[in-house]
């Protein structure tokens, strides 16, 4: 990822590579270095743990498959979700001149410091049978409870304010100025968004829905207590690793090396297709 | 010494046990000398609780520190050398891995637990037998089959012949108290303790199949390395206090039923 990305920001600066960038310190390698073994060292762990083996078997079960469809299912549904909710709520908070708009914009940011577990209790405040839309949507035939649906809720609960988080930043670095001259020129405020804003906010834009993907996909604390845990209907595969934990410690390696190569495979496909844009 | 402080100094000791020395100088307790840890599984925490303050209360000088985890867990810090010297499990599948590695006394059952039905104030699918819970529109919760609440759930309901449509496999029994208590599920199947404990958040509908699935918790000493025999003989006046009448009947208040 970083080595796509180093000749693109060397393209565009004029100093020469070989020197010593000027605002990298040679000691800031050692505490980087040190930071990214921590990282990775859990990663490289996990796989020496994997038995091998019958590694095939343990994430081909059918609970396995089942876990794996569902995520996969759920986390692509969460983030279409999330953009279509959380780009107009970006570029409002970004954009938009109204009063209480900070304030408005730390609440939208709640979700992302909320333990996922205190998330699953207020959305069940909100979407349980008891809750507070729960009697209306129970009158119009909707029931969340158990429901695919509601593991969908849990994990775009959580992972929206990273779209939002990322695409306003991109937005207010990028600034208006380009925006207002498509305007001067007549273009309606659907286009410039269309033709100008999105274009330039990109690399933001994707990078957001990767993180809110990987969020969904890694979603347990909400789903297991609004959501519930069963087989093919809201046991995703975090869920899997964590019952299969009790009772095959094998199984639950296996799977998490899965989930692990699933969320290296989307943000190494996203950031390509990102970069070559 | 009231039950407030007791129970701040039991934290504590989970927590560090540099914050348990600070906060027992603050205690009334004059100079807690002897140290008991008594490790025991979560759904004894009352109980313990209760007893571990009653003990303090009879022995002049002598600290109960409680560890109160699942019993899964509570077994493997013994085996990796946690300093505890009484262990209570709340199964014996726990307690005979302890047995097989040498690390503890014989243990002895001192208290039984069984499923019930657990339903939301009211009963409102007004369920009144385990036969009521096949129901496939009905929202019945109960723990996956991995977990030991869930294995006692297969054996009962094997036993009897029945089938069940849960929507949902939970991880833990507490998981499954609480989709009860915000209303969620309609039932739940989770232990008779549970339902004492969650008060009146739940109601309990006891069913006569349960019997096929009792849960023994048995009690030990942990075998000590320095042979100190005054600290062996209190840890031994714990164990008896548990067993003894007052334990007994502390437990039974809890749901618990004698061995």
Not at chain 1, 54 to 83: F, K, M, N, P
Not at chain 2, 23 to 47: H, K, R
Not at chain 2, 101 to 130: K, R
Not at chain 2, 230 to 247: M, R, S
Request: glycine letters at 8%; proline letters at 6%.
């Amino acid at each position: 990822m970083t080595t796509t990305r180093a000749p693109a920001t060397s393209r565009r600066t004029t100093r020469d590579p070989a020197e010593v960038p000027a605002g990298l310190p040679r000691w800031a390698y050692v505490p980087a270095a040190a930071g990214g073994l921590f990282v990775l060292l859990p990663l490289v762990a996990l796989g020496t743990r994997v038995d091998w083996a019958g590694y095939w078997s343990l994430v081909t079960s059918e609970s396995s498959r089942a876990a794996l469809a569902l995520s996969l299912q759920t986390a692509t549904t969460s983030t279409l979700l999330c953009l279509i909710l959380g780009v107009p709520m970006a570029l409002v908070l970004a954009r938009g001149r109204f009063p209480g708009r900070d304030l408005l914009r730390s609440l939208v940011l709640v979700p992302l410091v909320l333990p996922p577990v205190v998330g699953g209790i207020a959305l069940l405040s909100a979407f349980g049978r008891r809750g507070l839309l729960g009697e209306s949507m129970e009158v119009l035939g909707l029931q969340v409870a158990f429901s695919t649906t509601a593991v969908v809720l849990a994990q775009s609960f959580v992972a929206l304010p990273f779209l939002v988080v990322s695409l306003e930043g991109a937005l207010r670095t990028a600034g208006e100025r380009y925006d207002v001259v498509a305007a001067s020129l007549g273009a309606s405020p659907t286009t410039v968004l269309r033709r100008v804003t999105l274009p330039l906010v990109w690399p933001g834009l994707v990078s957001g829905t990767v993180l809110a993907f990987a969020r969904a996909l890694g979603e347990f604390g909400a789903t297991i207590t609004f959501a519930g845990s069963l087989q093919g209907v809201t046991r995703t595969l975090p869920l899997e690793v964590y019952l299969q934990r009790e009772t095959d410690p094998d199984a639950a390696v296996a799977l998490s090396l899965l989930l692990v190569a699933v969320a290296v495979a989307v943000i190494g496909l996203t950031h390509r297709r990102g970069a070559s844009r | 010494m009231t039950a407030q402080p007791h129970r701040a100094r039991a934290t504590a000791a989970l927590l560090a046990a540099s914050a348990a020395v600070g906060l027992a100088g603050c205690s009334t307790d004059p100079g807690a000398e002897t140290t008991v840890t008594v490790f025991a599984a979560a759904s004894l925490t009352e109980a313990f609780e209760q007893i571990a303050h009653d003990f303090e209360t009879a022995h002049d000088g002598v600290d109960v520190r409680l560890s109160l985890a699942g019993s899964s867990d509570l077994v493997a810090q013994i085996q990796q050398g946690a300093p505890a010297d009484v262990v209570a499990s709340a199964d014996t599948a726990s307690m005979d891995r302890l047995v097989a590695d040498g690390l503890v006394g014989t243990p002895q059952d001192f208290a039984t637990n069984s499923l019930e039905i657990a339903v939301p104030p009211g009963n409102p699918a007004g369920i009144a037998s385990l036969e009521d819970l096949t129901d496939p529109d009905l929202h019945l919760v109960v723990c996956a089959p991995q977990v030991p609440c869930g294995a006692a759930t297969t054996a009962v309901v094997s036993d009897s012949g029945l089938t069940l449509h849960p929507v949902s496999e939970e991880q833990s029994v507490t998981d499954v108290l609480h989709k009860v208590v915000v209303g969620e599920a309609d039932a739940g199947i989770v232990y008779v303790t549970d339902v004492a404990r969650a008060g009146p958040g739940v109601e309990g509908v006891s069913f006569p199949q349960a019997g096929a699935a009792v849960n023994t918790y048995p009690i030990a000493a942990v075998t000590q390395t320095d042979a100190d025999t005054d600290h062996a003989a209190l840890v031994q006046q714990f164990i008896d206090a548990v067993q003894g009448p007052e334990g007994q009947r502390l437990l039974a208040d809890l749901g618990f039923v004698a061995p």
